[in-house]
């Protein structure tokens, strides 16, 4: 028998080496499912992906606006996200966390891009980019807005994405883009400008 | 003619990004112009219109399958997120990656291409506290040996530099936990070595903080600082906090032997504070009994106990980790002892907290020490054991089993040179000449047993003196000094070397703030100095209170 030496109560930890209970993953709380995830289970990759996907699909699709690319990105953010959830500490939103992910590699995308059409090798393929005209635009519900936005030229569709839909600062966008404050400034006016245009069209 | 504002300034004043005077402006002009008031209303429907877009958009085709068979295949996910658990003190994430790789662990081959990073992360997993964790059926470290028996020996030719650091962190691992501490030290310092090719902080942390820890087991306390120096600036640059945390913990022990008391006790509390966020139940405990150590060594038993008593709980969640849980019950079983020693002498302070006086405070030390005993019985934990029979000598001594008390004092000086541990070797030699003295101090005995009691204290003292001045535990050194003192007035009548002894104790004790049982020990001496002649017999503090 333990002999007991006027035990004080002490400290309410779980012992760290409980064996977790299994629990199915699409029925849990935010908490317990990221635990799962963290410790890689499948069902709860998935669940977490199928929960999030939306969000950081919709920043990338507006940002590179073509959809193929998008629905790579889309792969390579949740990639991200798992190889680094173990790392998340719950200190941001989870969801914060997945979309900042997700704008950085739409962002790091459109760099990408530049790059490339700076070196002169632009693929036609690469498209948006000198202002594709939207198409098909009739009453202008959400979808048709999207599509508007989706045509503006790369720097002005980033700057409205950002701040006007995502809620960026121009000072954010300014230092996550490495561009001066007054030029993300300009592009975001100039865009909102010619989409109050395209809308009247 | 009307000049109309520009459209794009009319978007950032209908934004609020137009300041000052540009704003003022602007909001004059629209007073006036019902042209730009309706651009202005239509901006604002547009910014409304975006704003209320929805947060979520559906891609065009599942992408799951492909995400889950590219994961399936990332082997590299699974241990980079080991590694983050691990270094941030994450234990349950930890452990459930860790049973998700047991499979793989236990057929590892020399040709997995993950083989020593996987066997790299399960050894430091298994040092947060697992050695004895049941894995497919054996302890963790009995899958690590067998595990690692399996990869090639060095000098590892053909291996990627990588692959090499890695299996240097379990051979030095294995090293700490066959007490092969000078094998550890060289592998720990030949990672560091590498320090060009290891790009990754944990691995460099984890070893700075190896190193120091082994060096702190074999007592050399000033390499240790060096290293868990270096290892707190690298994990506070890499922003890993509850790995600096961790060696925080380590840092404050070597600030308190070197009486640097409240220095430890706030770094202590600091690391407690980060740990807390996590469940590291293990290094919890470890702060509440380093704490306790401190309370004993500033004299203060009772608060002490209580310590060690908090820190057994919280031990007792570690399953798989006992040796630390005896540790503590040892240590309790000791301050329990010293505080029995206290009450009997009349000397109960405010500090003395919930002790029962007339108590079975003697009784608790015996029960923590037979739980103690029996963890150790099933480890290899030489120390540990000779710690047992250490505290048990004094028991023994107090209820007057003289012959007992010595031979578990001899006993524990056995283990220390079986496991050639010095730290051991002079805990059990002091502890020889402290039960002959106590002895001949209650019960003067036969005369020809005094001349043979006179040369085995003498060669005892003199070889404990000889083996501390090879460590820096100056806390022993001054309690051995303290007990060289005692016998060479009591057994030899050498004044002068008495006197040497005393004021190098009292120096040294001065220095690290101690007010415990080697103070009380060391004003037994300055009494005995102080009374008219050499022979004058005064038994030590306690046992002359509790037999009158």
């Known amino acids: 028998m333990r002999p007991s030496y006027e035990l004080t109560p002490v400290l309410g930890e779980q012992s760290p080496q409980t064996v977790p209970s299994q629990t199915d993953p699409a029925g849990c709380s935010e908490s317990r499912l990221i635990e799962l995830v963290q410790s890689q289970d499948q069902r709860a990759c998935e669940v977490f992906y199928e929960q999030h996907k939306g969000l950081a699909y919709a920043v990338i699709v507006r940002l590179v606006a073509d959809r193929n690319t998008a629905d790579d990105l ?88 950002l701040h006007t839909i995502h809620g960026l600062s121009f000072q954010e966008i300014a230092d996550r883009c490495r561009r001066k404050l007054n030029t993300v400034k300009s592009d975001w006016s100039r865009g909102a400008s010619t989409l109050r245009k395209l809308r009247q069209k | 003619m009307t000049t109309h504002i520009d459209p794009e300034q009319i978007a950032l004043y209908v934004d609020g990004a137009l300041e000052g ?43 799951w399958p492909g995400i889950a068979a590219t994961l399936a295949a990332d082997t590299d996910t699974i241990l980079a997120n080991l590694r983050d658990a691990i270094g941030t003190r994450q234990i349950a994430t930890a452990t459930r990656l860790i049973d998700g790789l047991l499979d793989s662990l236990r057929r590892l081959q020399a040709s997995d291409p993950n083989a020593s990073a996987l066997l790299n992360y399960f050894a430091q997993w298994m040092d947060l506290g697992f050695t004895d964790r049941d894995c497919e059926g054996m302890s963790a470290l009995m899958l690590l040996r067998r595990s690692f028996a399996r990869l090639p020996r060095h000098p590892w030719l053909g291996l990627r530099g990588t692959d090499i650091v890695h299996l240097r962190m379990v051979e030095g691992i294995l090293a700490v936990y066959s007490e092969d501490y000078d094998n550890a030290i060289r592998h720990f310092s030949a990672v560091i070595g590498l320090e060009l090719d290891v790009t990754d902080a944990d691995l460099l942390v984890f070893s700075e903080w190896a190193l120091a820890r082994a060096y702190t087991r074999k007592g050399q306390y000033t390499k240790a600082i060096e290293h868990v120096e270096h290892a707190l600036a690298l994990a506070d640059s890499a922003e890993r906090s509850e790995m600096a945390a961790a060696c925080a913990v380590l840092k404050a022990w070597l600030l308190f032997q070197t009486g640097k008391n409240d220095e430890a006790v706030a770094l202590l509390n600091l690391a407690e504070a980060v740990l ?30 209580r310590l060690y008593v908090e820190s057994i709980e919280q031990y007792r969640h570690c399953k798989h980790r006992r040796n630390h849980l005896a540790r503590a019950l040892v240590n309790l079983a000791f301050v329990n002892r010293l505080l029995a020693v206290r009450v009997e002498s ?50 023994e001594m107090d209820a007057g089993h003289w012959s007992r008390a010595e031979f578990a004092a001899a006993e524990a000086y056995e283990l220390g040179r079986r496991c050639g541990d010095l730290v051991l070797k002079v805990r059990a030699r002091v502890q020889q000449c402290r039960v002959v003295h ?61 006197h040497a002894c005393c004021d190098q104790a009292t120096q040294l004790l001065q220095t690290l703030n101690a007010s415990d049982y080697a103070l009380d020990e060391l004003r037994l001496l300055e009494a005995m100095l102080g009374e008219a002649g050499p022979f004058a017999r005064r038994p030590p503090m306690g046992l002359i209170n509790r037999r009158r």
């Open chain 2, 21 to 63: 005077p540009s704003a003022r402006a602007v909001s004059e002009h629209l007073k006036g112009c019902p042209q730009c008031r309706a651009d202005q209303g239509d901006t604002s429907r547009l910014l409304a219109d975006l704003a209320a877009l929805p947060t979520s958009r559906e891609p065009t085709r599942d992408l």
């Open chain 2, 438 to 498: 106590t002895q001949r101090q209650v019960s003067q005995g036969d005369p020809l047993k005094a001349v043979l009691d006179a040369e085995s204290v003498d060669a005892w003292i003199e070889e404990a003196m000889h083996l501390v001045a090879t460590t820096e535990l100056e806390h022993l050194r001054a309690n051995t000094l303290t007990w060289r003192g005692i016998t060479r007035l009591e057994y030899a009548d050498q004044v002068a070397d008495a």
């Open chain 2, 346 to 395: 009349g000397q109960r302070d405010v500090d003395t907290g919930d002790a029962d006086p007339t108590g079975d405070l003697r009784k608790q030390a015996a029960q923590a020490l037979d739980e103690a005993e029996q963890i150790y019985g099933a480890s290899r934990d030489g120390r540990g054991r000779g710690m047992v029979l250490l505290v048990r000598a004094y028991l």
């Open chain 1, 74 to 161: 889309l792969q390579e953010t949740f990639l991200q996200v798992f190889r680094e959830i173990a790392r998340f500490r719950g200190a941001a939103a989870v969801d914060t966390w997945i979309y900042r992910i997700a704008r950085n590699v739409a962002l790091d995308e459109l760099q990408k891009r530049r790059r490339r059409r700076l070196a002169g090798l632009a693929s036609v393929s690469v498209e948006s980019d000198d202002g594709r005209q939207a198409q098909g635009v009739g009453a202008f519900e959400a979808s048709a807005l999207e599509r508007l936005v989706e045509s503006l030229p790369s720097r002005q569709r980033t700057a409205v994405v």
């Open chain 2, 276 to 305: 807390r966020e996590t469940d590291d139940s293990l290094s919890l405990a470890n702060i509440g009994s380093a704490l306790g150590r401190i309370e004993r060594r500033m004299g203060r038993y009772g608060a002490s106990a």
